[in-house]
């Protein structure tokens, strides 16, 4: 593989430390995450997923997972590697030391997760469903179904997975057809077929723990009547030994597109046990849990590998020699130059470095304000996270696939060959798009379910900091015109199809979900200029007191000031589209087409 | 029995080295800077024969300037009980040379009464390969450098050479200083529970006066270069060509 990457730490540490000021926050733990000890803990995250995951992205990309004798085997190398992860913690970073995590803030664990990512997506997979078991069943679970399962899902030892569809449906929950029929208080018997269920099957662990969405019989229809349920694949004795397998199987793997190291299976459950998970019909509600955590990891997967893109893009525009460039003489080169030196080369890689970064700020912050919301109990922090997570899954996962796409187009002809890596950054990039939820329907979510959510208070809150932040901060008058007015005027367009929303969404639900996707996009765009905003604040604060204003820094300033320039526009354009409404895209009728 | 692991905080051997332009050194300036692979090593193993229960104590102590800090934060994350930090420079560029920092250990491990010192064979900076000799012989004691296997038992140790003609057994008696070569062990990575533990071990913070011992550079760097860049090879079209070429252009045989 020809692909570049170094974990970018001096970013991580700078959005986190100083313009996130995330160790001077009072939130509980916080003050312990000092710049010393949290470079401490990236240099050695960033250490082993460079020497242990990395080296076996490409190769377990060509190999893929096996299926065999009724078992999944992972490409050569998976196993060790997650045993090393395993070994080394990093597994629990987050989760509660009541469990043998490590208690540390979700901020830092997506921090590692975009590094995770980066270096291998498929392997880190099997990890993030891991997570995702152990925050349903601990936020759901009994203290019987917490003490048998979480220590080990904290450790890895065991892992997880989310089974939600099935062959007739994926998005539309309701229609689930698998059926869980009570044995005994809490027991039931789970009858029925998962398809498309990642990590379903696989060497790395002992015991696979499904959870699973299911119906009982005689509930409500639709997504009222669902519930979830913990269905091991290796029983569990009470004295917390493996007992029989369950009667549960793995039908096929899929062949597919990208992340080939990663076993997406059909899972057949013939009568399965499976024990009720949180309240009886309550199921979808206790999946979500599962789902706005994934949906987080999954805008940073995408941007992870926007990121691996990047910098192997980078790299090749300096060494590839082709084409004459303008000379500062004004005059152009008699000799061909590295292509880094043309317009259209150096507009691919701003526009990477812009989205990727001003991006990357803004997992971060949601992700703090995550830490906030439950760490500190404070609910508009919490609010808004909640609202800003379908803009991080959809808005990064489509601007990030296309990320990866222009780091192909830099890398001409060889972008399209196999043996340089970039087609494997695009494929494996490309499912971010549609599992946990298409992007379609997180803007259906965005737009339908976030933005009214408690009378539209989480939008309201966003608006509110974004002005303060604009009326409070005294600034040269330079960033004023480049950064904070475009940031208003972006505002005001962001206003502007909210209104619209207002006006026409109750009479018309149509007129609103016309404009869903665009909705996203101009919600995701904007608040990357906020991110901007807020980034080169910080550096001319940092100017302002006198502070060295190095390298880094001074390009922070250039990126900022293209992204108001090129991308914030965007919003704009965005917010006409929506206005349109539905008259015209829904007058053809189907046969019209 | 205690055993001391000298550290040192050198570039990190992943990264491109650069000359600086007025050939002083090589430029550190954001420079990835990582614990000498080799003293990596030495700490393993110091943590291998730990766990075996044949050491009740590893002390890694690192000598230059306060940045070393971090070197020795990884040492404890690794397994070692406690730190020693001698800072010797306020300047990230000068290297401290091996006679004074073989003067230092020997204060500290007198002062500590270790019997066994375990450090990499040479640091993949400046190459020198001489700490270890000089420490054994300030100490009076014994010493085998290169190992690529270490075996305890009792008062004596077995260590086995990594030599030009191959391999060497020799036999060593407590206290010995051991400096090891690349074959003996994989390193582990530190796992995130022990990072966050040693942030509560032990980090003593020193200097060399406290050891009675002057820091003075006795080497002068007169220039320093980029190794020459490697030059295209060739093609030759038979056996004969090739045993011609090696005698009379190369001169190798
Ligand atoms: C590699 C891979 C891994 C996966 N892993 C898992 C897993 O671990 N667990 C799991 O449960 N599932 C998993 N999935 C399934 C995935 O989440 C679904 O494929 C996805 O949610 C879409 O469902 P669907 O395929 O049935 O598409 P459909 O729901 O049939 O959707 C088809 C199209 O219609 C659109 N659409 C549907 N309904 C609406 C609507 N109301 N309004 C507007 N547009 C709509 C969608 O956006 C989409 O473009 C995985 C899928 C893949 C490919």
Redesign the interface.
């Known amino acids: 593989m020809l692909t570049t990457y170094q974990a970018p730490l001096e970013e991580f540490h700078f959005l986190f430390h100083e313009v996130l000021h995330a160790s001077e926050q009072e939130i509980e733990g916080f003050s312990e995450l000092t710049p010393e000890f949290t470079s401490e803990i990236l240099t050695m995250g960033a250490k082993i997923a460079t020497e242990v995951m990395l080296p076996i992205n490409s190769s377990g990309d060509k190999e893929g997972c096996k299926f065999e004798n009724g078992l999944v085997i992972t490409p050569k190398g998976f196993v060790k590697a997650f045993d090393e992860i395993r070994k080394g913690g990093w597994a629990g970073l987050d989760c509660d030391p009541l469990y043998g995590g490590q208690g540390l803030p979700i901020t830092l664990s997506l921090i590692f997760g975009e590094i995770f990512s980066s270096c291998n997506i498929s392997l880190t997979i099997y990890k993030a469903l891991t997570h995702g078991t152990y925050a349903t069943i601990y936020a759901h679970g009994n203290s019987i179904q917490k003490n048998t399962y979480l220590p080990k899902l904290v450790t890895c030892e065991w892992t997880g997975t989310m089974n939600l569809t099935e062959p007739h449906c994926g998005t539309d929950l309701g229609m689930i057809k698998t059926k869980a029929e009570p044995i005994s208080e809490g027991e039931y018997k789970i009858t029925g077929q998962k398809i498309f269920i990642s990590a379903g099957d696989h060497d790395l662990s002992e015991n696979i723990i499904h959870l699973v969405l299911a119906k009982v019989p005689g509930g409500p229809t639709g997504v009222k009547g669902i519930s979830l349920f913990i269905v091991p694949k290796f029983l569990v004795n009470n004295d917390g030994s493996l007992g029989r397998k369950n009667n549960l199987s793995i039908g096929s793997i899929e062949k597919k597109m990208g992340i080939h190291a990663n076993a997406t299976c059909v899972l057949n459950y013939d009568g399965a046990t499976g024990y009720l998970l949180g309240e009886k019909h309550q199921g979808v509600q206790a999946m979500f849990t599962m789902m706005n955590e994934a949906r987080l990891g999954v805008g940073v997967q995408s941007l992870a590998l926007a990121e691996v893109a990047y910098q192997s893009s980078l790299t090749y525009s300096k060494e590839r020699v082709q084409g004459k460039s303008l000379e500062s003489d004004g005059k152009f080169s008699t000799s061909p130059k590295p292509i880094i030196c043309h317009p259209d080369v150096r507009r691919n890689l701003m526009n990477q470095k812009s989205f990727i970064e001003g991006a990357r700020a803004l997992t971060l912050w949601t992700a703090l304000l995550l830490d906030k919301g439950t760490r500190s109990s404070d609910k508009k922090s919490y609010g808004l996270a909640s609202l800003l997570t379908p803009v991080i899954k959809g808005y990064i996962s489509d601007i990030g696939f296309d990320m990866t796409v222009v780091g192909q187009q830099i890398f001409g002809g060889h972008g399209y060959i196999e043996e340089w890596g970039m087609s494997q950054l695009v494929r494996d990039s490309r499912i971010a798009m549609i599992y946990e939820g298409t992007n379609g329907v997180q803007a259906i979510d965005l737009v339908g379910r976030k933005l009214n959510s408690d009378g539209g208070a989480n939008i309201m809150y966003l608006l509110e900091l974004v002005t303060t932040y604009l009326h409070q901060s005294t600034v040269s008058e330079e960033i004023e015109n480049e950064f904070f007015v475009p940031l208003k005027n972006s505002l005001n367009d962001l206003k502007s199809a909210l209104k619209f929303f207002l006006d026409n969404g109750t009479k018309n639900p149509n007129a609103a979900l016309a404009g869903a996707s665009d909705f996203l996009h101009l919600l995701g765009v904007f608040c990357i200029g906020f991110m901007w905003v807020k980034i080169v604040s910080r550096v001319s604060e940092k100017k302002k007191a006198g502070d060295k204003i190095n390298k880094f820094l001074e390009a922070k300033i250039v990126t900022g000031r293209y992204y108001m320039a090129n991308t914030l526009p965007k919003t704009k354009f965005l917010a006409t589209k929506i206005k349109a409404g539905d008259k015209i895209l829904m007058s053809l009728e189907p046969d019209q087409f | 029995m205690k055993i001391l692991v000298p550290v040192k905080r050198v570039i990190d051997y992943n990264v491109k080295v650069r000359v600086k332009s007025d050939g002083s050194g090589v430029d550190l300036a954001?420079i990835k800077m990582s614990m000498n692979p080799f003293d990596e090593i030495a700490l393993e193993e110091a943590i291998r024969i730990k766990e075996a229960g044949k050491a009740d104590e590893i002390i890694a102590v690192s000598i230059g300037a306060s940045q070393s800090q971090?070197t020795l934060?990884?040492a404890l994350?690794m397994g070692a009980d406690r730190a020693i930090l001698v800072v010797a420079t306020d300047d990230v560029n000068q290297d401290i040379e091996p006679l004074d920092v073989a003067k230092i250990l020997h204060a500290i491990v007198v002062e500590e009464r270790t019997d066994l010192i375990l450090c990499g064979k040479q640091a993949i900076d400046n190459d020198m390969n001489a700490t270890a000799q000089m420490l054994s012989a300030l100490m009076g004691c014994s010493q085998a450098t290169f190992a690529s296997k270490i075996e305890l038992a009792g008062e004596k140790i077995k260590v086995t050479r990594e030599v030009d003609g191959g391999l060497q057994v020799v036999e060593v008696t407590l206290p010995s200083v051991i400096s090891v070569d690349l074959r003996l062990n994989e390193p582990r990575?530190?796992?995130?529970?022990?990072?966050?533990k040693a942030?509560r071990k032990p980090l003593e913070q020193k200097e060399p006066k406290d050891f009675n011992v002057l820091v003075k550079n006795r080497l002068e760097i007169i220039e320093t270069n980029e190794p020459a860049e490697r030059m295209a090879g060739i093609k030759v079209s038979s056996v004969d060509e090739l045993v011609e070429k090696l005698k009379n252009d190369a001169g190798v045989i």
């Open positions: 954001n971090e934060r990884t994350a990575y530190a796992s995130l529970p022990n990072i966050m942030k």
